[in-house]
């Protein structure tokens, strides 16, 4: 098939068949993030237990990178204690602004997808969106408990 | 059709499609010429002529006013204060004429359309006053429905703010029915032209309203320069904007007087280079001939929106009528998100705006996050449109779905 996708398959394939795009009922840290300068808008959604983050997913709409930067970052972070998902943050943040090395990159492993996006600055917020929620949820996770209705 | 495109040097050349004309319109070299020529022939303080160079400037200053003033129709140039841009006038009236006026109780009415400059300096002057802020309310395509127009306007009413031509739709407004509306209660209008003086022959004693402004870069201007145009009478009762330099007649210790309207609102030194490129380029647009230039565009429109309603994702806001539109098509595709439309456009070297539009309670009142515009002007031609039209239809396909 002639590749005419202007995004990488794995950018394409996760903005058009996300794995972690749904409601998750049952999380206990839910926090929106918002990219004003092209409306991207999504909650990302955590379930926590002790410092491991056990289930993940989010809501929302937005461009292709933002949607496809958080369906990853999802699926590389359930699992993992807390920390070690915030080093993933740190490494990804720094991967789009351009100042992480080799190692950190592979370490990032099909997030790594996204290091071209260090060449598009108009679009680095949206890239980093999903992950910059995710600081910003355990910075202040009081802010992120979901309000009962 | 006219061509045009020579006289713009950024587009000599290039094989850039330019389709970002409501954002800001680019430059015939007739503007650079003149801002070139008093820079290089007579710059010095206006206003201050003590000697020829500044005689001089002081004199083009003041006949870029006097061509303003006859480009809107106003009664004398002094009506004319020219500002940065329409944000600026639009702010000038509100802390200016609203915060004085306005009472707790009174109602300001703005509609639900307009661009972010013509509703935060209402927000803000109504958080000053406690006056009150109120929508009017379009349909989805853009219209005010007349019932509307008429229960929106009370006897509380103080002040109708609507915009000429939406930054979204493209549609004209119905400005000179709304300010009969305005005055039948005593309400002053303020007219946001931002986007309909590049395209319509503004009439200001015909539109009936009390205020007017626009942007210089939008016909074809410099950046940095617009104008307002208000009734005389409303000029010389309003305290001044700003306050310093060259706005003043007499200044003591602890009090001042005021310098003669319109200079009472130009603090500072002004942009004089900026005023004379804003004369040409109102002349450029006159020698071209609104009409023929409205005509043009509603040309390239129509083939544009044509090739849009023959694509089965692609849907157009607004009306399904190319000469409702000033040449402004905003228009969402499926499953494509408006900022990467952008950047597959932007790949393909064609220039469209994407996101709110500084409009988002337009956006959330019609129910769409963000939206893709493409703009057209007097420079733009067929090949533009054809371009433009065999990038948005392979849109969907670079982002992966198989049609």
Same mark, same amino acid.
């Given at each position: 098939?002639?590749?005419?996708?202007?995004?990488?398959?794995?950018?394409?394939?996760?903005?058009?068949?996300?794995?972690?795009?749904?409601?998750?009922?049952?999380?206990?840290?839910?926090?929106?993030?918002?990219?004003?300068?092209?409306?991207?808008?999504?909650?990302?959604?955590?379930?926590?237990?002790?410092?491991?983050?056990?289930?993940?997913?989010?809501?929302?709409?937005?461009?292709?990178?933002?949607? !496809?930067?958080?369906?990853?970052? %999802?699926?590389?972070?359930?699992?993992?204690?807390?920390?070690?998902?915030?080093?993933?943050?740190?490494?990804?943040? #720094?991967?789009?602004?351009?100042?992480?090395?080799?190692?950190?990159?592979?370490?990032?492993?099909?997030?790594?997808?996204?290091?071209?996006?260090?060449?598009?600055?108009?679009?680095?917020?949206?890239?980093?969106?999903?992950?910059? =929620?995710?600081?910003?949820?355990?910075?202040?996770?009081?802010?992120?408990?979901?309000?009962?209705? | 059709?006219?061509?045009?495109?020579?006289?713009?040097?950024?587009?000599?050349?290039?094989?850039?499609?330019? %389709?970002?004309?409501?954002?800001?319109?680019?430059?015939?070299?007739?503007?650079?010429?003149?801002?070139?020529?008093?820079?290089?022939? #007579?710059?010095?303080?206006?206003?201050?002529?003590?000697?020829?160079w500044s005689m001089e400037a002081t004199e083009a200053y003041e006949r870029a006013r006097q061509t303003v003033a006859d480009f809107v129709h106003a009664r004398q140039p002094e009506e004319i204060v020219f500002t940065r841009n329409t944000t600026e006038g639009l702010n000038l009236i509100a802390y200016t004429w609203a915060c004085t006026n306005l009472r707790p109780g009174d109602e300001v009415?703005?509609?639900?359309?307009?661009?972010?400059?013509?509703?935060?300096?209402?927000?803000?002057?109504?958080?000053?006053?406690?006056?009150? %802020?109120?929508?009017?309310?379009?349909?989805?395509?853009?219209?005010?429905?007349?019932?509307?127009?008429? !229960?929106?306007?009370?006897?509380? =009413?103080?002040?109708?703010?609507?915009?000429?031509?939406?930054?979204?739709?493209?549609?004209?407004?119905?400005?000179?029915?709304?300010?009969?509306?305005?005055?039948?209660?005593?309400?002053?209008?303020?007219?946001?032209?931002?986007?309909?003086?590049?395209?319509?022959?503004?009439?200001?004693?015909?539109?009936?309203?009390?205020?007017?402004?626009?942007?210089?870069?939008?016909?074809?201007?410099?950046?940095?320069?617009?104008?307002?145009?208000?009734?005389?009478?409303?000029?010389?009762?309003?305290?001044?904007?700003?306050?310093?330099?060259?706005?003043?007649?007499?200044?003591?210790?602890?009090? !001042?007087?005021? !310098?003669?309207?319109?200079?009472?609102?130009?603090?500072?030194?002004?942009?004089?280079?900026?005023?004379?490129?804003?004369?040409?380029?109102?002349?450029?647009?006159?020698?071209?001939?609104?009409?023929?230039?409205?005509?043009?565009?509603?040309?390239?429109?129509?083939?544009?929106?044509?090739?849009?309603?023959?694509?089965?994702?692609?849907?157009?806001?607004?009306?399904?009528?190319?000469?409702?539109?000033?040449?402004?098509?905003?228009? =969402?595709?499926?499953?494509?998100?408006?900022?990467?439309?952008?950047?597959?456009?932007?790949?393909?070297?064609?220039?469209?705006?994407?996101?709110?539009?500084?409009?988002?309670?337009?956006?959330?009142?019609?129910?769409?996050?963000?939206?893709? #515009?493409?703009?057209?002007?007097?420079?733009?031609?067929?090949?533009?449109?054809? #371009?433009?039209?065999?990038?948005?239809?392979?849109?969907?396909?670079?982002?992966?779905?198989?049609?």
């Amino acid at each position: 098939m002639e590749n005419r996708s202007f995004y990488n398959e794995v950018l394409t394939e996760h903005n058009m068949r996300p794995d972690f795009k749904h409601d998750l009922p049952d999380a206990n840290l839910v926090l929106e993030g918002v990219n004003p300068s092209c409306g991207d808008d999504i909650y990302l959604k955590l379930k926590v237990e002790g410092d491991t983050i056990v289930d993940g997913a989010f809501v929302g709409d937005g461009c292709a990178i933002s949607q !496809a930067s958080a369906d990853i970052m %999802l699926g590389m972070i359930v699992g993992l204690p807390k920390d070690e998902a915030l080093h993933l943050a740190d490494c990804f943040i #720094r991967m789009i602004k351009g100042t992480a090395s080799e190692e950190e990159i592979e370490e990032l492993d099909e997030a790594g997808a996204l290091r071209d996006i260090s060449h598009m600055p108009a679009r680095v917020k949206c890239a980093v969106l999903g992950w910059h =929620t995710l600081e910003e949820i355990f910075k202040n996770p009081e802010k992120a408990r979901p309000k009962a209705d | 059709m006219l061509d045009l495109r020579k006289d713009f040097p950024i587009l000599r050349g290039t094989d850039v499609v330019y %389709l970002d004309s409501a954002a800001t319109a680019q430059r015939p070299a007739c503007v650079m010429e003149a801002e070139r020529a008093f820079n290089d022939e #007579r710059n010095a303080n206006p206003l201050r002529g003590l000697y020829a160079w500044s005689m001089e400037a002081t004199e083009a200053y003041e006949r870029a006013r006097q061509t303003v003033a006859d480009f809107v129709h106003a009664r004398q140039p002094e009506e004319i204060v020219f500002t940065r841009n329409t944000t600026e006038g639009l702010n000038l009236i509100a802390y200016t004429w609203a915060c004085t006026n306005l009472r707790p109780g009174d109602e300001v009415l703005v509609t639900v359309m307009e661009h972010h400059s013509n509703l935060l300096p209402w927000q803000m002057a109504c958080e000053r006053t406690g006056a009150t %802020l109120r929508f009017l309310e379009c349909d989805q395509r853009g219209v005010f429905p007349e019932e509307a127009m008429r !229960a929106a306007v009370t006897e509380r =009413t103080k002040l109708v703010c609507m915009g000429h031509v939406s930054n979204v739709f493209g549609r004209v407004n119905p400005v000179e029915k709304m300010a009969e509306l305005a005055h039948s209660v005593g309400a002053l209008m303020v007219c946001d032209a931002a986007q309909s003086a590049p395209h319509i022959a503004l009439d200001v004693q015909k539109l009936g309203v009390d205020f007017l402004v626009f942007s210089g870069h939008k016909l074809c201007g410099p950046m940095g320069i617009g104008a307002l145009w208000a009734r005389m009478e409303l000029l010389e009762d309003m305290p001044p904007f700003l306050r310093g330099g060259e706005m003043i007649e007499y200044v003591t210790r602890d009090s !001042a007087t005021w !310098a003669e309207v319109p200079h009472k609102f130009e603090a500072g030194t002004v942009n004089a280079s900026g005023a004379v490129g804003l004369e040409a380029a109102i002349r450029y647009l006159q020698t071209a001939g609104l009409e023929t230039i409205e005509s043009h565009v509603n040309a390239l429109t129509e083939r544009a929106l044509k090739g849009m309603q023959a694509l089965p994702h692609v849907h157009v806001i607004g009306s399904e009528n190319a000469v409702e539109h000033s040449g402004i098509l905003t228009f =969402t595709v499926d499953g494509v998100h408006p900022h990467d439309i952008a950047a597959i456009f932007d790949s393909d070297r064609i220039c469209i705006r994407a996101g709110h539009h500084c409009a988002q309670p337009l956006m959330k009142h019609l129910g769409v996050g963000s939206t893709a #515009r493409a703009s057209i002007y007097l420079y733009n031609n067929e090949q533009d449109v054809d #371009r433009f039209l065999e990038s948005l239809a392979t849109l969907r396909s670079r982002m992966g779905y198989g049609e």
